[in-house]
């Protein structure tokens, strides 16, 4: 009796994640520098000013993939998830019979779907470039990018539970370009001055953006746990971030 | 199951605290089914705490608070809930009716989309999108949220802000019949005519503790029962003492009385004044019911303060 109460949870994950991919896909605004702005620096930095280079494409198409998936993430969940904070939305959805989880796990699902999408475009541009990579080697680069999803969903997750909308625009711009300029995305670490240099370390980015050259053969492999255990304590610290942030609504 | 006495909802001893000040201290009330129950008092009385703890919005600091024999952080407790929050933002760019339909989907007994609009009056507005409402038709989806899931406890803050007379009476029509069909309700507002015309029972609140609690009419009952309204040249001094007179204002170019014994109060009136012509006899408003039993409140706070 008392179980016809609540609806089945994975129906209410789906609806919840088709209504937040609709929702985003609906602010032309949002979605549009966020899935295009990707491609098109791809475009400009490693194939025209690449001049041809198939090694130079395949070495940016690794890292801008780690760089497609921060604005979804971090602007679908900071932004976004400020603006509903603010407007008393997830308050009502907190006091409803919906599933703790249902919001993130939308949240989540859209920040994928339009990764993805950046992800087609600049795998595209990519084969376009020149770029050659074995089966393999695809699959582990995919799995690379999408991963990256993780943290910076996390980082963007703790920043829209403090801030107000404003403030987590502004914040997320600066981690933003933060992420992609000292992980070294756009170009390699090494062109920045020495002391700039070490604070990749601390960024979720420039492992993300390491592990992805390996996978596209651009990189020694041997190494992968210098990357593998910081991204995870990274990420650990992202989840803390996120979690404390969500404590500080109920009162 | 739960019985059929048991409350809907109840606050036992319930205490809440911001720093230094105890809004609640040691509050118990409860909810009955099929009883619209409006909670009124001055700003900062405590009402929206009372709607808070209920609705495990807010955590009580001591007490308890059971929502249909639950903790009211328990899913299946909140699944028999519906509310209306003071500030509801709706999802700007999804339409009316995925607005109601997403939510209505956290219910498993939850009513058609299309039975929820109509009820809620927006069957006209399905298509729209929610960043294109008005502020009165915002308000209108926030209520139809809040009845989507056929909830058993309804929980309305300030509902009718925004709305013309027409949209206001539909929507108390709604609520009068959701507490017929055996739903309680809990209706938080400032508007007395709101009150008068939908509750049951009125509990008024100030500063953390229940002062009047009852119909409408037995609240208007507790205080002078009757206004008595004057034309006259005398000051209102004159009219204090005459028998039954609890309170004197002057209302414009007139007196007005406020009397537990209206009959010798005229008579009294007269008397003082025999040149008095044009009077009035009314029912204390529950406005005035309200003022009152605040101001004797206050008054008697202070008196065993001193």
């Known amino acids: 009796m008392m179980s016809a109460l609540i609806a089945p949870a994975p129906a209410v994950y789906a609806r919840e994640s088709w209504a937040e991919i609709v929702k985003s896909a609906r602010m032309p605004q949002f979605i549009i520098p966020t899935i295009a702005l990707p491609p098109a620096f791809y475009a400009l930095f490693a194939l025209a000013m690449g001049q041809g280079s198939a090694e130079a494409a395949t070495r940016a198409l690794a890292t801008f993939g780690v760089f497609a998936v921060m604005g979804p993430a971090l602007f679908g969940f900071g932004a976004n998830i400020a603006a509903e904070r603010e407007s008393g939305q997830l308050e009502l959805k907190r006091l409803s019979p919906m599933p703790a989880g249902a919001q993130i796990m939308a949240k989540l699902a859209a920040t994928a779907a339009f990764s993805m999408v950046a992800f087609v475009l600049l795998y595209g541009l990519g084969l376009a470039g020149g770029v050659v990579l074995t089966a393999l080697q695809w699959a582990m680069l995919v799995g690379v990018h999408t991963l990256a999803i993780i943290p910076f969903a996390l980082i963007g997750l703790g920043i829209g539970y403090r801030l107000g909308q404003k403030g987590a625009i502004a914040v997320a711009n600066i981690v933003f370009l933060a992420m992609a300029v000292l992980g070294g995305l756009w170009m390699p670490i090494a062109v920045l001055p020495e002391a700039m240099q070490t604070i990749a370390w601390a960024l979720p980015s420039y492992h993300l953006g390491e592990m992805a050259l390996m996978a596209a053969g651009q990189r020694e492999a041997a190494n992968l746990w210098l990357h593998v255990v910081p991204l995870a304590l990274t990420t650990l610290a992202a989840a803390v971030f996120a979690w404390t942030g969500e404590r500080q609504q109920a009162r | ?306």
């Open chain 2, 1 to 306: 199951m739960l019985s059929h006495s048991s409350p809907i909802a109840a606050l036992k001893g319930a205490t809440k605290v911001y720093g230094a000040h105890r809004v609640l201290d040691g509050f118990d009330f409860a909810l009955e089914a099929g009883t619209v129950t409006a909670l009124l008092g001055p700003n900062g009385a405590g009402k929206s705490t009372v709607a808070g703890l209920l609705t495990g919005r807010l955590r009580a600091d001591a007490g308890t608070v059971n929502l249909f024999g639950r903790d009211p952080s328990d899913p299946l407790a909140r699944a028999r809930m519906g509310i209306m929050l003071q500030a509801g933002g709706l999802p700007e760019t999804l339409t009316v009716a995925e607005a109601v339909d997403l939510h209505a989907g956290y219910f498993a007994r939850r009513l058609p989309t299309a039975a929820v609009l109509d009820q809620a009056g927006l069957t006209a507005l399905a298509g729209r999108r929610c960043d294109r409402l008005s502020g009165g038709e915002a308000r209108k989806v926030q209520f139809a949220l809040a009845i989507a899931g056929a909830p058993d406890l309804l929980v309305l803050d300030e509902p009718t802000t925004g709305f013309d007379p027409d949209a206001r009476r539909a929507m108390w029509d709604v609520v009068c019949a959701k507490a017929e069909g055996g739903a309680a309700v809990l209706l938080a507002t400032h508007h007395m005519d709101e009150a008068e015309a939908l509750a049951d029972r009125i509990v008024v609140i100030a500063d953390g503790r229940i002062i009047a609690d009852g119909a409408p009419d037995a609240i208007k009952a507790r205080v002078a029962a009757t206004a008595i309204r004057l034309r006259t040249r005398l000051p209102a001094e004159r009219f204090r003492a005459a028998p039954g007179v609890v309170k004197v204002e002057t209302v414009g170019a007139d007196l007005s009385l406020l009397t537990t014994a209206p009959r010798l109060t005229l008579e009294a009136a007269f008397a003082i004044d025999p040149a008095l012509q044009h009077f009035e006899v009314t029912g204390a408003s529950l406005e005035d019911a309200l003022a009152n039993l605040i101001q004797s409140n206050r008054t008697t706070a202070l008196k065993e303060a001193a």
